[in-house]
Every structure is written in structure tokens, then in C-alpha cells.
């Protein structure tokens, strides 16, 4: 079983950065991918972020290509999404994700682990 808790989620400007954290905890020698997704009110659950946890090998959603970073620390199991020049459409609440098995990193279904979420609002 694993446990994710995400962090780090509020109230920012338009144009401003936050940094989102994800602690993991439970088995990680069989874990494949760790990502991000979201989902604002009245949407769908929006892919935001992917990352290959033994590798490296990061994918990005298109809305936040060259904005968002997401990173991993496999020492302390964390994973971090830095979000900068923000947009009022990237609020949400942003969900920690983690999958065992190798696939389509933007699908939903991929991913058998989720966090209960961290809510992100941009405005003035």
C-alpha cells in the first residue's frame, strides 16, 4: 500500500510561482511512474506531469510545457511540481499519482495510487 501527501498548494498571483511536494510512503523498489494531475471545477481530470521514477524521464501536459518542472528524490521519496508563471486557469486542486506499471503516462487509469490532493488558486 502507499501513502501520498501533497503539500504546499494556496493562493498565488497571476504570474507567480509555487512549489507542490508529494511525500510518499509504502513499498518504492517496484514503482514505475510518479506524476502530477488536476482537476478545476466542473472539468476533467487534466494530466499535468509525469516522471520516471528510476530513470528520470520527465512528460509534461501541453498547458504547462515551459512552465512546470516536476522532479523526484528517490532518497526521500518526495516528488516536487514547480509551477511558475501561473495562469488563472492552472487553479485546481493538483493530485499526487504513482503507478507500479509501465504505459501511457497521461492516462488516468495507469496510475493505482492518489493523493487526496492540495488546492492551487490563482488570482488577483
Known amino acids: 500500500q502507499v501513502q501520498l501527501v501533497e503539500s504546499g498548494g494556496g493562493v498565488v498571483q497571476p504570474g507567480g510561482s509555487l512549489r507542490l511536494s508529494c511525500a510518499a510512503s509504502?513499498?518504492?523498489?517496484?514503482?514505475?511512474?510518479m506524476g502530477w494531475f488536476r482537476q478545476a471545477p466542473g472539468k476533467e481530470r487534466e494530466f499535468v506531469a509525469s516522471i520516471v521514477w528510476s530513470g528520470g524521464m520527465t512528460d509534461y501536459g501541453d498547458s504547462v510545457k515551459g512552465r512546470f518542472t516536476i522532479s523526484g528524490d528517490n532518497a526521500k521519496n518526495t516528488v516536487s511540481l514547480q509551477m511558475n508563471s501561473l495562469k488563472p486557469e492552472d487553479t485546481a486542486v493538483y493530485y499526487c499519482v504513482q503507478s507500479k506499471r509501465k504505459g501511457v503516462p497521461t492516462s488516468p487509469s495507469l496510475y493505482e495510487s492518489w493523493g487526496r490532493g492540495t488546492r492551487v488558486t490563482v488570482s488577483l
Open positions: 509504502g513499498r518504492t523498489f517496484d514503482w514505475y511512474y
